[in-house]
């Protein structure tokens, strides 16, 4: 298979280099002048647009410089062609032109441009592709030729300066777009995907692109964020698209799926269902939309079934997403928005796994457990949220509510049986566990925020900030348990359990927030007594929680079951949070006009940190209070440089502080005998755990119009004293005590970064991008008495490589490589791991209506105490679209084509290695069959 | 709406009778009146409005280094340049050779003033001599041409005219004329002063006239290089006022287009008050100020403002008197006697729109813009073969985008 991965590539690769090759193909270049000959000046920023004169397809545009001129190079010669200028309040001026071939090039000389008379308003004007209104780029839809079917996703990839990546995201010259509006308002729950891969790009009237820095004339703009919005034609705004799909295939696999989304000027509401068994799993409304969609004709690298999932489940949920717009045109000074959505979601999970872990006890010695898991759940998830949104010059209030509940039945079969490096049974352990749970959760949270419209200096009251939020819960369980533990060495008993659990919980949790800026002022006025930000900062955290277990041990006599008197218990616990602050900040600026703008800021924050905790149990050795007070500072620093027209950076490197605190479970809990490969022991003395981080993050925006090149890197770093850490005890059964301790000496290191490069050629499109982060740490912690640490190295990577033709072909390669490496000082062990995995995709339209999809992925396991694990995993798809708008869809897949998924378990960490397999999703057939109704702007109007 | 209307008339006619009771009459017999539509605004060559033009690089170093021109002045020899970034005053040679820079490092600490820097300079006689004078605190400082500190003197505790405009016979511009009366006191935008006696005041107001008010009612004082009269203009009115030493004149009352102009009461009905940011954001092509007006034999220039930012929109003109022809100074295309470069940044930068001309005199006007304004504009003509003089040769060569403002000196046609 590798031989056949590696033909694929090298052939695609010889596509890409004669397209590159091909570019140079076109010598021919083109200028001119355009000047408005009635008035006598140059036209700046008028617009200019090539096409071929026979079919009017855009071959290129450009915006004339402050000398009025253009000059186009790479155009084809001895191929009649046409210029357009066009300009506002200007009619659109023409010529018809050839580039010989002899010279290559052209000078069209002064183009005289025409005021637009008002008289003659009847005179057809043609749009412009782009054109710049004030700070505003904008597109015009009509001026792209596109096929009718077309939505927006297809207009956006004609467009130069944009590029749609591989992810989802959009950057417009480099830049990324961190919001998608629809007429100025979020769609359909601000997914980008769902606005462009279903409206029609006829519904389009032009694609604006924007900062959105409310201070319009502020030389620097460093908190500006890009920001897309999709204007509709007049009367498009009202409208619906959908879907309805099933599919059947062998081994009585199915997927059924059906949406519905509409909108109008004020309101947004979607309806979205689907039901599998495939491993197609999603876990929220907005999930399931964006399954669901138009995704027009273009080429896609289509959304793939989980083979990698644990399991095979049979998922079906139900979704909807309502919004509603009170002000119909929003703004930042005025809006008021309220968003609601359901979930519901029903899961069948079936789990196997067989798997072996390996354990070092000691320097010599080692435990290797083998494990087979049987698991059967079934779980019904309901949420509701909603989230109303109001601002009015300079209030700004937010409400967010979410209701949750929760269902499911958990059936688990456990074999387990442990050796010893001689490979001697030693031990088993069975288990059979049932259970059913019912969970209720409610979230509320509510933030007033409030900033006077106008500022005068003499403005004492600058605002505050108020946030406050509300959980509770209450969990209700049942679980039997059915073990079996057997010894076959040594002194240890055999033992048996029939536990019955009954257990609930409730709790109720509640935080406030309040912040004051700009407290000098407040007290002292526009006196300047320091140059010094002083805000006041007050968080205080209310919560209670209440356990109640009722367990109970089956009389083997009496066939009846009987209150465990040790178990069954209630303990409730109160835990008060307070943590006054006092942020100071002290910010410096440099800039030097047309040259640079830099600034500097130091942020420290000393805040207390007050805790108090208080158990109540009906054990008398649980009544434990605690208090704990710390001081709890947070500093940083932070740098930004914005380099006129060459690039914009920013540095910040922060350092935080926070407590762990030990829970009543980790200081004296309730041994549950029942697992005797794991006991989990309690300690009262255990201390709070104290992390110290320092972080740093780095940006670089590239300021360039083209080939640029932007990126991030960042590292976290950090020490936690006290950290509240496992002392294992295990003996030869493989029976294993947890004692918890505190240890000092945590350390861990964590960094990631991401760089991303796109080059758009011709007709064709190269997308870069890599990303990598790694996770370093050394562990203390005790086995078998012996203090050791133990060191974990993480690494992962992922490459990617896109390559788009025109919308004929899409390519994307991905290569991932993640390596493990652990390492227990004390016993001199060492375990190390690589998974790599090759993915190769590629999409092709063979015609306007029929497309091929192939997804090959190659993944390589190795680990250093066992051998390598291969396997390919193959997908193919051929999908027919079909009726006027193609708005029907015949498609056959075929998954895992080459039978080969196994997948793998393999993981490492601090002192032990696990191997094996799980079972998982394998080969299957499917015919599947959508409809795609879709509408947009009211009946009857729709020919124009 | 009868009811608005009537309050309205009634403000009117009572401020008018406040206003007529203590200020001067503004002479209007020599009014001409103006219709100016800015889209009809032409283009022209650089060489049909001047007739020379020299650009002077300021040179780079690390020590000179400075942001952009608030402030020109020049005596014989030197350029003297006030930057409001760096807070410091430039010496530089004509030919734009750095000689020496005037910062707070320059100046003695004074313990009782916490802050000593600076907003500008003067150059002013003293002992025969030109010097630079610069106010900083409590001090008066004076520094010759290399930089050197001379003398420093107190700032005198009384209000003394010294840095006022000033016309040939000294009668003085005082912008802030406060009048004391018994009962109230009252303050005049504009007055005329000769030797320390106020001979006219025009536009009074009360401070409580102005509380709550978000609109800034004054008005700004035009030198165009001739010695016994200054342009004024006062805000939000289309005006151009003429002032001499004995009177203030309306020369020009200009109309613009419906859409472009303020509502003729916008600067004295009190409706207005505290919504002007609001009036502009509805109204964004409103002209809301009017600025940097010169006379330059009949060609009358000036600035408009508005909420819009495109640069499409023109904002900068000159208006010939004679021929009523209007041009839009950022469409003066460049040609050989610019060396096919920009006169002004109004296409690309700020500085023009920002500051207007640096220094207006018969013979020459002076403005300036950025080393990137300067590296674009090449740019743009590299495949042009443009030649450029000695001067420009050297600078391209030897300095990029991040280099110091470069001073464009223009000789204007007389016509």
């Known amino acids: ?370 494990n087979q898991t049987i698991n059967e759940s079934s779980n019904t998830t309901q949420k509701f949220d909603s989230y109303y949104e109001y601002a009015k010059k300079g209030h700004n209030l937010e409400f967010f509510q979410e209701v949750k509940f929760d269902r499911g039945e958990n059936n688990n079969q456990t074999f387990r049986s442990s050796t010893n490096v001689e490979d001697v049974l030693t031990s088993t352990n069975n288990s059979l566990n049932t259970s059913n749970n019912y969970n209720k959760s409610f979230r509320f949270s509510g933030q007033y925020q409030y900033s006077p419209y106008i500022i005068t200096p003499k403005t004492r009251f600058r605002g505050f900030n108020a946030e406050y939020s509300l959980n509770t819960y209450n969990n209700e369980s049942e679980r039997l348990n059915i073990t079996e533990f057997k010894s076959f060495t040594g002194t240890a008993s055999n033992q048996k359990f029939n536990r019955k659990y009954n257990t609930s919980s409730d ?58 008197a040790y178990l069954d218990n209630q303990i409730r616990t109160n835990l008060i949070e307070e943590t006054p602050g006092l942020k100071i900040e002290k910010s410096f600026q440099k800039s030097l006009s047309n040259r640079y703008y830099k600034s500097f800021t130091i942020r420290f924050h000393p805040k207390q940190l007050l805790i108090s905790q208080d158990n109540k149990s009906d054990r008398s050795f649980q009544n434990l209070k605690r208090n704990y007070s710390r001081f709890a500072p947070d500093a940083g620093l932070s740098f930004y440089n914005h380099q006129y027209g060459e690039t914009s950076r920013s540095y910040d490197l922060s350092y935080s502080t926070k407590i762990n605190i030990p829970n009543i479970n980790q200081m004296a809990p309730l041994t549950d ?208 679209r079909f009726l006027k708008g193609n708005n029907a869809e015949f498609k056959f897949s075929a998954l895992d084509l080459l039978h080969q998924n196994t997948s793998v378990i393999n993981y490492g960490n601090a002192n032990s290695f696990t191997i094996g397999t799980q079972n998982v999703l394998k080969q299957y057939f499917m015919a599947t069959i959508s409809y795609y109704p879709r509408q947009f702007g009211k009946k009857g109007k729709d020919k124009k | 709406m009868l009811k608005f209307a009537l309050c309205s008339l009634i403000t009117c006619i009572l401020s008018y009778g406040q206003i007529m009771g203590q200020a001067s009459k503004v002479d209007s017999s020599q009014m001409t009146t103006l219709r100016i539509d800015p889209l009809a605004a032409r283009g022209a060559a650089v060489s049909q409005f001047f007739d020379e033009v020299t650009f002077t690089p300021l040179e780079t170093t690390k020590e000179s280094l400075f942001g952009a021109i608030q402030q020109l002045k020049m005596t014989d020899e030197h350029y003297v340049v006030y930057d409001g970034e760096t807070k410091a005053v430039l010496i530089f040679t004509k030919a734009g050779k750095y000689v020496a820079k005037i910062n707070a490092s320059k100046f003695e600490k004074d313990p009782d003033v916490k802050d000593q820097s600076f907003y500008g300079f003067n150059i002013v006689k003293e002992d025969d001599k030109q010097t630079i004078q610069i106010r900083a605190g409590k001090q008066v400082y004076y520094f010759d041409f290399s930089g050197k ?132 954001e509805k109204n964004r092509d409103a002209f809301y100020e009017m600025t940097n007006s010169y006379l330059h034999f009949n060609n009358l220039y000036f600035q408009v403002r508005n909420f819009n930012w495109s640069r499409d929109e023109k904002k900068a003109f000159i208006y010939n008197l004679k021929t009523t022809e209007l041009t839009s100074i950022a469409d003066i295309e460049p040609d050989s006697i610019s060396q096919f470069l920009p006169v002004t940044d109004l296409a690309s930068q700020y500085d023009f729109t920002n500051k207007g001309f640096l220094i207006v005199n018969p013979e020459y006007f002076y403005t300036s813009y950025s080393s990137l304004t300067m590296f674009t504009a090449k740019e743009q003509n590299e495949e042009k073969n443009r030649k450029y003089d000695a001067v420009l040769t050297q600078f391209f060569k030897t300095q990029n985008k991040k280099s110091n403002p470069v001073i464009i000196k223009l000789k204007p046609k007389k016509n």
């Open chain 1, 1 to 370: 298979m590798s031989k056949l991965t590696k033909l694929t590539l090298a052939f695609l690769l010889s596509i890409t280099c004669i397209t590159l090759r091909a570019q140079q193909v076109n010598p021919g270049s083109v200028k001119g002048l355009v000047r408005d000959t009635a008035q006598n000046y140059v036209l700046k920023s008028a617009t200019i647009s090539v096409y071929k004169a026979a079919d009017s397809t855009l071959l290129s545009y450009q915006v004339t410089n402050n000398y009025g001129e253009f000059n186009f190079k790479n155009l084809p010669v001895n191929l009649p062609l046409r210029l357009d200028v066009s300009h506002v309040g200007y009619m659109t001026s023409r010529k018809q032109f050839t580039i010989p071939a002899d010279k290559n090039k052209i000078d069209l000389q002064t183009i005289i441009a025409t005021k637009r008379d008002v008289m003659l308003n009847d005179v057809v004007i043609s749009v412009p592709p782009i054109s710049m209104n004030g700070d505003t780029l904008e597109f015009n839809a009509a001026a792209f030729k596109l096929d009718s079917n077309a939505v927006v996703e297809d207009l956006l990839r004609m467009i130069p300066n944009i590029t749609l990546w591989g992810d989802g995201k959009i950057t417009v010259n480099g830049k990324e777009v961190k919001n998608l509006l629809v007429n100025g308002k979020s769609f359909f729950g601000g997914d980008m995907k769902l606005a462009t891969q279903n409206l029609a790009k006829n519904s389009v009237q032009k694609i604006q692109v924007y900062n959105t820095s409310r201070n319009q004339g502020s030389a620097s703009r460093v908190d500006s964020t890009l920001e897309m919005n999709i204007k509709l034609k007049k009367g498009k705004d009202i409208g619906f698209f959908g879907k309805i799909g099933f599919g059947y295939g062998t081994n009585n696999r199915f997927e059924t799926d059906g949406s519905i989304n509409m909108f109008t000027p004020k309101m947004q509401l979607a309806v979205v269902g689907a039901i599998n068994n495939i491993n197609k799993i999603a876990d929220n409304t907005g999930d399931l939309m964006s399954n669901s969609t138009f995704k027009g004709v273009g080429t896609n690298v289509e959304y793939q079934p989980d083979f990698r999932a644990e399991g095979i489940s049979r998922p079906s949920a139900l979704g909807a997403n309502f919004s509603y717009n009170f002000i119909e045109k929003p703004t930042y000074e005025l809006k008021s928005t309220l968003k609601s959505n359901y979930f519901l979601q029903d899961r069948n999970t079936d789990y196997l796994s067989d798997f072996k872990t390996t354990t070092s006890v000691n320097s010599t010695d080692k435990v290797i457990e083998k």
């Open chain 1, 507 to 564: 709790g109720l949790r509640q935080e406030f927030n309040l912040t004051i800026p700009d407290v000098k002022r407040l007290i002292f006025g526009s006196k300047n007594y320091s140059r010094l930000n002083f805000n006041l900062t007050n968080k205080l955290v209310l919560n209670s929680d209440k356990n109640i277990n009722r367990v109970q041990d089956l009389d083997t006599l009496t066939n009846v079951y009987k209150t465990n």
């Open chain 1, 673 to 880: 005998s029942t697992n005797l490969y794991y006991l989990q022991r309690g300690n009262v003395n255990l201390k709070e755990g104290v992390q110290r981080e320092l972080s740093f993050r780095f940006d670089s925006n590239d300021q360039r119009s083209k080939n640029t090149l932007n990126y991030y890197v960042g590292i976290n770093a950090g020490l936690i004293a006290n950290n509240i850490v496992d002392s294992l005890l295990i003996d030869e059964q493989n029976r294993r005590t947890v004692y918890l301790v505190n240890a000092n000496g945590h350390k861990y290191i964590n960094g990631y970064g991401n760089i991303r490069k796109a080059y758009k050629l011709k007709s064709s499109e190269l997308q870069l991008s890599l990303s990598s982060n790694f996770n370093a740490n050394k562990n203390p912690g005790y086995t078998n008495s012996v203090f050791t640490f133990s060191t974990n190295l993480n690494t992962y990577t992922n490459v990617n490589i896109n390559y788009t033709y025109k919308s004929y072909l899409a390519v994307a390669f991905g290569q991932s490589y993640n390596t493990s490496h652990s390492k227990q000082e004390a016993f001199n062990t060492e375990y190390s791991g690589t998974n790599m995995g090759t993915t190769l995709s590629s999409s092709y339209n063979v015609t306007k209506r029929f497309t091929l999809n192939s997804n090959v992925t190659f993944n390589k396991n190795s680990s250093s105490i066992a051998d390598d694990i291969n396997f390919t995993i193959w997908n193919a798809s051929a999908v027919y």
């Open chain 2, 149 to 280: 500190l001379i003398k420093k003197v107190p700032v005198p505790k009384e209000k003394n005219y010294t840095n006022y405009k000033k016309f040939s016979d000294g009668t003085v511009i005082d912008q802030n004329f406060l009048e004391k009366d018994e009962k109230d006191s009252t303050y005049y935008y504009l007055s005329l002063i000769k030797d320390n006696k106020r001979v006219e005041s025009y536009f009074s107001y009360k401070t409580e006239d102005r509380k709550g008010d978000d609109r800034w009612h004054g008005g700004r004082v035009y030198d165009y290089g001739n010695p016994d009269e200054f342009l004024f203009i006062k805000n939000y009115q289309y005006n151009i006022y003429k002032l001499t030493s004995s009177k203030l004149s309306l020369a020009y009352q200009i109309f613009f287009p419906a859409a472009n102009s303020l509502p003729m009461d916008y600067g004295t009905n009190p409706v207005y008050k505290g919504k002007a940011f609001d009036y502009y």
